[in-house]
């Protein structure tokens, strides 16, 4: 299994650019969660999907960021406008439900940089 | 809402000797799951270990264990024969029981290993 793939690995843009991160689970997995990683605030869960629906979306820092998760493979988080401020890595987990202790598995992070 | 609280930003250890990273939560439930999360500099997080709170048993894998104390609500990792390897950011996170639930980390512990 190629785990959960994340791209871009690297993103550097300018302040208010339109910044889209995207992923997908591993096969087979029905929870898929977005966290932020930064120093100040370490790692934090902005969103998660159970079969594609978001459940809980209270960690998403205001209007300017988006998901969807238009199918069981793909999920999106979009940043429009971007500011320095969202420079972060941002990381992608998924996870079966048939198991309540089943781990999740994340994927390796989106390095993004705002300038 | 529950916390998980690492108190040690930073711990050192001697190559082949034992490190305990410590790790306290809080919560009202009763059943849950734990974990520990380790990340190196490539960023990607790595699960080393899993308690499940209705399990009495500390949980081990290989080199590595934990000290579940469950009316102190208190999760430590023991390492032993630390190898260089080793050296990481280790996460403590909670997690509710039930499906799809998000996980909650701790600040991390940034652990070096000296040879």
């Known amino acids: 299994d190629a785990g959960v793939i994340q791209s871009p690995r690297h993103e550097v843009t300018e302040m208010g650019q339109e910044v889209t991160l995207r992923c997908k689970p591993i096969?087979?997995?029905?929870?898929l969660f977005w966290y932020r990683q930064t120093m100040m605030r370490g790692l934090e869960l902005l969103i998660y999907?159970?079969?594609?629906?978001?459940?809980?979306d209270s960690g998403m820092p205001e209007d300017r960021f988006s998901a969807k998760m238009p199918n069981a493979s793909f999920s999106t988080l979009k940043i429009q406008p971007s500011e320095p401020r969202d420079s972060a890595v941002y990381f992608c987990?998924?996870?079966?439900?048939?198991?309540?202790?089943?781990?999740?598995?994340f994927g390796p992070g989106t390095r993004l940089t705002v300038l | 809402a529950q916390t998980v609280t690492q108190s040690q930003p930073e711990m050192s250890v001697q190559e082949a000797e034992t490190v305990t990273l410590s790790c306290t939560y809080d919560t009202s439930e009763s059943d849950y799951y734990l974990f520990w999360y380790k990340q190196p500099p490539s960023r990607q997080m790595i699960l080393v270990i899993r308690?499940?709170?209705?399990?009495?048993q500390n949980a081990t894998e290989n080199r590595f264990s934990v000290n579940f104390q469950k009316a102190a609500k208190s999760f430590s990792l023991k390492i032993s024969d630390s190898q260089l390897g080793d050296a990481a950011m280790y996460f403590c996170a909670y997690r509710s029981a039930g499906y799809g639930n998000k996980l909650v980390f701790g600040a991390g512990t940034i652990l070096r290993v000296k040879s």
């Open positions: 999907f159970n079969n594609n629906v978001p459940i809980d």
């Open positions: 308690q499940e709170a209705y399990k009495q």
């Open positions: 096969s087979g997995h029905n929870s």
């Open positions: 987990a998924s996870r079966i439900r048939t198991g309540v202790a089943n781990e999740q598995f």
